[in-house]
């Protein structure tokens, strides 16, 4: 059963691999598919484009899926997000949808739990949800690798200010022409900033990597700055601590990893290291170049992914958006 209200935006990740575009959308298709409408945007001049429209067409049983060809002179020679995010908002503004979460092609979202969260915010002001960081560039602002939520009061204010552009107005953090132009700066215009989406402990919602490297603490000192730089600081646990049990993304899933997380939090897969070890994927053929492997049978690693994992549910999302 489809969550109705929410449209899922996926953007091309600037990682390519492991493996063709093509796979990782499949299992994007196979799983985020069945439940939630989603939107997968193409560029004709990237690679796999063809293969990419070809696997999705094919995975579309429920009809959800919708392949947006990108205006190739918006991405030539090098892949655009921000233009992306103008051509994709302003045309999903023409649907009837509540909500739109932006990600990429490497992004493995619980669709359940975030209609779940999404439910308790508001519909009438504008909101702007997702892993809040700080950065020199824009201030607050959310990950677009771990995937924000934007509602459709925040979607008309940008598509608003965009006609206003193309009619003649200047604005460097709103204008698609502009290298300053951000999400995050074109919201401020309007007092709209990435808001706090984290449980009352401290545990995050969104993540910038898989399970494995949140358990185990492997997480890099940008992030750990970016969290600290906020004011007052949020600190980044290095244990499973940090994750939510109403998890709503990770980051730097690929094919393999994103159907046996989907498999795993679903009650299809037993959470022990004994079973864990042996079939989760390994080597940059399967995880690529920023995910980690399971940390073997044996020790505290293995036992801290083990709890993670354990933690996690899915939530009751049949008819929570509207």
Known sequence: MLIEGLLCIVSLSPVRGPGPRATRLGAIADTLGRRARIAVLIARDHEDAALSIKTLAARNATGSIQAWELPIEDHTPRFNQFRAHVYALRQALEGRHSWYFWMNDHTFLVAENLACYLSGLSRTEPVYAGLRLWGPCCGLFNSAAAGYAVNRAAVEL???????????????KCDPSSKKAQIALCLKRFDVVAIDTREASGAERFHVYGPVRLATGAIDDWLVNKKKNIDPPEPFAADASAVSSDVISFHYVAEKEHRLLDRIIRGDASIDAATLAPIWPRGREELGGYSHPFPGRNGRAAAEVVTLLRRLRVCDARSVIR
């Open 158 to 172: 940008f598509v608003k200010r965009w006609r206003e552009i193309d009619a003649g107005e200047t604005d460097e």
